[in-house]
T-cell receptor
Framework: GNSVTQMEGPVTLSEEAFLTINCTYT??????LFWYVQYPGEGLQLLLK?????DKGSNKGFEATYRKETTSFHLEKGSVQVSDSAVYFC???????????FGQGTRLTINP | KAGVTQTPRYLIKTRGQQVTLSCSPI?????VSWYQQTPGQGLQFLFE???????NKGNFPGRFSGRQFSNSRSEMNVSTLELGDSALYLC?????????????????FGPGTRLTVT
């Protein structure tokens, strides 16, 4: 079946550091790919998405590119802030279904 | 536009009891999906409802059930609660009028209901 694998966490960085969170997927067909973020005590917020190969999703300084050849959707940000501290989830949406398959999540902590 | 709302936010139940959680989707959204989040298993899909019909179901026992009403509000029910049912239950809504490519739609999540089974 479809699956998503994220890099192991937790990840701790200093403010203004460069961030990469790796995400790879296994899927039949061409799923849509998403990054969601979860702040403490809250639900999930959609951070960015990409719907086809080579699409780049971006939002709030975060970017991720849908790489079909490497089945990857790595999240990057050039300069992180303390407010970016949260848990980040990579997910795919199975074709034609309202069903998200999530990675295990990566807890990110940014120190001032 | 108001977001997805879930009630109650917190719930404590005893083993063997049953529980009903409620979800109100974003206005105009007709699809509602439910997910269970636990530290051990992560985020897992429970089921999805569209126009009062269950369209997709995850790999959960029959103790987990749901329904959707004509106004798109949804409820999920867990009967004969077990300790392992302690989790954050998240509801998400989406709109078939807003596609994100290949027929899959962006899902918007509520804050969740934290269920503790003792």
């Amino acid at each position: 079946g479809n699956s998503v694998t994220q890099m192991e966490g937790p990840v701790t960085l200093s403010e203004e550091a460069f961030l990469t969170i790796n995400c790879t997927y296994t899927a039949t067909g061409y799923p849509s790919l998403f990054w969601y973020v979860q702040y403490p005590g809250e639900g999930l917020q959609l951070l960015l998405k990409a719907t086809k190969a080579d699409d780049k999703g971006s939002n709030k300084g975060f970017e991720a590119t849908y790489r079909k050849e490497t089945t990857s959707f790595h999240l990057e940000k050039g300069s992180v802030q303390v407010s970016d501290s949260a848990v980040y989830f990579c997910a795919l949406s199975e074709l034609g279904a309202q069903k998200l398959v999530f990675g295990q999540g990566t807890r990110l902590t940014i120190n001032p | 536009k108001a977001g997805v709302t879930q009630t109650p936010r917190y719930l404590i139940k005893t083993r063997g009891q049953q529980v009903t959680l409620s979800c109100s989707p974003i206005s105009g959204h007709r699809s509602v999906s439910w997910y269970q989040q636990t530290p051990g298993q992560g985020l897992q899909f429970l089921f999805e409802y569209f126009s009062e019909t269950q369209r997709n179901k995850g790999n959960f026992p029959g103790r987990f059930s749901g329904r959707q009403f004509s106004n798109s509000r949804s409820e999920m029910n867990v009967s004969t609660l077990e300790l392992g049912d302690s989790a954050l239950y998240l509801c998400a809504s989406s709109s078939p009028n807003r596609t994100s490519g290949t027929g899959s739609y962006e899902q918007y999540f509520g804050p969740g209901t934290r269920l503790t089974v003792t």
